[in-house]
Each structure stands twice: as structure tokens, then as C-alpha cells.
């Protein structure tokens, strides 16, 4: 059975960590056939859409995808980057990365914080959070948002001094429906299941996620559901990783513990996630596009190797993945790169994971 993935390299180091993977990819993982697709900020400034049509025709008909890394920036450099004929259009650059989470409706973000650089592991815990909806979900700037919003927030009294286009809002957006899904792809990754939120302070949506922890704590007899606050467990994330198992939280809460867990392992470099919806998935490193170190061939492809592992695994390939996660572990401790405080170059390292296979 063949399994068709799309290759998305994106920016900065992306193309070159895909051009050091695919080799290995072909040789683990025989039944992949690779498409590669355009995505990230070059599209943006030739285009004025990140995400081409193209890219997309080719992921409605894959089952996978793999996105090395994007580069995005403030607004004012995104209307400064784009081609003259776009500029002052009305155009407005929005993340590719959530538009793929929103349009292919990829609800759940998976990343894994292993100790990977140790003989020895000292922690093993999967952060899980939700991909669509939380303070990701709306950023509005009030001069052009709903005037209904305005009149709710203007009564703030710091809010009444600023004038509609000086004040923007985030919205946490939280549904039953969207915490029920997540919450039962958490039951699913382990055994305990830790809720992270702040309900003490944010009681209305809070109210709504311990309402459904409850509701699903009781489909999942086996699985220990708790909530409690977020800042806490990101105390005892430092203190003592080792005690934790799965971790679900919105958003933003998730997005910002599971970049502690990259700390805990080395550095961005090293953790990848998977962003799973009901009929695909899209896999990637967490790191960005570290435009400072493009094209020098020193990047770490640990992570885009993991993400791979990641999509044979849910593709069923667990032999292959396993395989090639061990390998990567070997290359990390034989071959480290730089930013690991090693000397391997980006090929250097694909050719101990080569030579670990």
C-alpha cells in the first residue's frame, strides 16, 4: 500500500533539512510517494497568500503532509516584503500554519517531550492542545471589528481612553464540542491526563472545560483526568518532569508549555508535533525558520526526522518509526549539531542516521 505525503520546506532552513531527510524517508519508509509543494513567506511576497491554490489541491489529495518551517512577521514588515503591485491592496498576511489547522480542521496539536540526549531518560510526557479554537482563534483590532465587541469591551474604564483602533481584543474561544474531541485524543495518549487552564481566573470558559473533563472523564474510566492551573504545572514542569504523562490544554497555554518541554530537552531543535484532525494530519518540527543560520548547512533535522516518525506512526508504520526515531536518538548523542554543542553539519547528522539504520 503506498502512502501519498506531501513535502511542504517552507522557509529559511526548511528546504535544506528536507533535502538531508528525504533520502532516509525513501530508504525507512518505502511506501511514501512525495509531492513537494510551495507554503511560507516567499509565496506571501509574490503572491500575497502564503498558501497557494496548488498547495492546496495537492493536500486534498494526499494522506499527509510534512512542513519543515515557516517565517512570519509583524504586519507592517509583511505589507513592506510584499511585491509593489500588492502593497496597499488590503491584502493581510495570516499565518499558514493556521490556516492549514482551520481549514483542513487539524483540532488537535501533538508534541512529545522526550529526554532524548540521555542514556538514562529522566522524562517522557506528551503536551496535547487544542489547534482551532483559544486565544489563537480571534485577534481583532477594534478600528475595523464588530461594533457589537466594541460596545462590550469600552466599558473597561482603560479601554475608554483609547480610541477603537488603538485597542485590540483576543478572544478565547471555547466550546464543549471542541474540549470533547481533544479531551478524548488525550485519553488516548496516556494513562493520567493533566488539564492545564487558570478556571480560578477565567470562570466562564473554565467552567465550560472542567464541565467537559468531567463528561469525558466518565467515558474513560481508565484514564486520571485533573485540572489545575497552568502556571503551577509550569513550576512543577521544571521541578520535576519526570512525573508528568499527558498534559491538555487551549491554545496559547499549550503552545507556551510545550516550549518549556523543548527547553527541558536541549532546545527547539529537537521537539516535533503532529497537528491531527479527523481525516489528516500535518507533521512538523516545533523550531522555526532560523533565517541567521539558512543555508549554511549546520541546522539540526532532528526534529523534521521525529515529525516524520510521528506520520509513520499514524499511517501504521510503528516498525519503520521506531526505527528511525532509535537512529535519531544514536545520532543525537554520536553526531550532535551545533546547537547542541557539537560540530555536525546538517548532512553530517542525516549521515549518522543513515549509518544508525
Not at 85 to 103: A, K, N
Request: negative net charge; aromatic residues 6%; glycine residues 10%.
Amino acid at each position: 500500500m503506498s502512502h501519498r505525503i506531501v513535502l511542504l520546506p517552507g522557509d529559511g532552513i526548511g528546504p535544506e533539512i528536507v533535502d538531508a531527510a528525504r533520502p532516509l524517508l525513501g530508504r525507512i519508509f518505502p511506501s511514501w510517494e512525495f509531492t513537494e509543494a510551495e507554503i511560507g513567506w516567499g509565496c506571501w511576497c509574490r503572491d500575497g497568500d502564503p498558501v497557494p491554490a496548488a498547495t492546496w489541491a495537492a493536500l486534498e489529495s494526499a494522506d499527509a503532509a510534512l512542513l519543515a518551517a515557516i517565517t512570519s512577521k509583524p504586519a507592517r514588515a509583511a505589507e513592506a516584503e510584499l511585491a509593489p503591485e500588492l502593497r496597499g491592496t488590503g491584502l493581510r498576511y495570516r499565518s499558514p500554519v493556521l490556516q492549514l489547522r482551520q481549514r483542513l480542521d487539524l483540532f488537535a496539536n501533538v508534541r512529545p517531550i522526550d529526554d532524548l540526549l540521555s542514556d538514562d531518560p529522566a522524562f517522557g510526557f506528551t503536551v496535547v492542545r487544542e489547534n482551532t479554537e483559544g486565544l489563537y482563534s480571534h485577534d481583532l483590532n477594534m478600528g475595523d471589528g464588530p461594533a457589537g465587541l466594541w460596545d462590550v469591551v469600552k466599558r473597561d474604564a482603560t479601554v475608554r481612553r483609547s480610541a477603537p483602533a488603538e485597542t485590540a481584543v483576543a478572544l478565547r474561544v471555547t466550546t464543549r464540542f471542541g474540549w470533547l474531541r481533544l479531551l478524548r485524543t488525550a485519553a488516548g495518549l496516556g494513562r493520567r491526563v493533566l488539564v492545564a487552564d487558570k478556571p480560578n481566573i477565567l470562570r466562564e470558559s473554565g467552567a465550560i472545560i472542567e464541565s467537559t473533563v468531567a463528561e469525558v472523564a466518565a467515558e474513560f474510566p481508565d484514564v486520571g483526568f485533573t485540572v489545575a492551573n497552568a502556571d503551577a504545572i509550569a513550576m512543577e514542569l521544571v521541578n520535576d518532569p519526570g512525573k508528568f504523562d499527558v498534559i491538555a490544554a487551549e491554545n496559547l497555554l499549550g503552545d507556551i508549555l510545550s516550549d518549556l518541554g523543548a527547553g527541558l530537552m536541549g532546545g527547539l531543535g529537537l521537539p516535533a508535533s503532529a497537528n491531527v484532525g479527523a481525516k489528516f494530519a500535518v507533521f512538523e518540527p516545533v523550531h522555526g525558520s532560523a533565517p541567521d543560520i539558512a543555508g549554511r548547512g549546520v541546522a539540526n533535522p532532528a526534529a523534521f526526522l521525529l515529525a516524520a516518525a510521528m506520520c509513520g506512526e499514524h499511517l501504521g508504520l510503528a516498525d519503520g518509526a521506531a526505527r528511525l526515531r532509535a537512529a535519531v536518538r544514536t545520532a543525537l548523542r554520536e553526531s550532535p549539531t551545533r546547537d547542541l554543542g557539537g560540530t555536525a553539519t546538517t548532512a553530517e547528522f542525516a549521515a549518522a542516521v543513515a549509518e544508525a539504520l
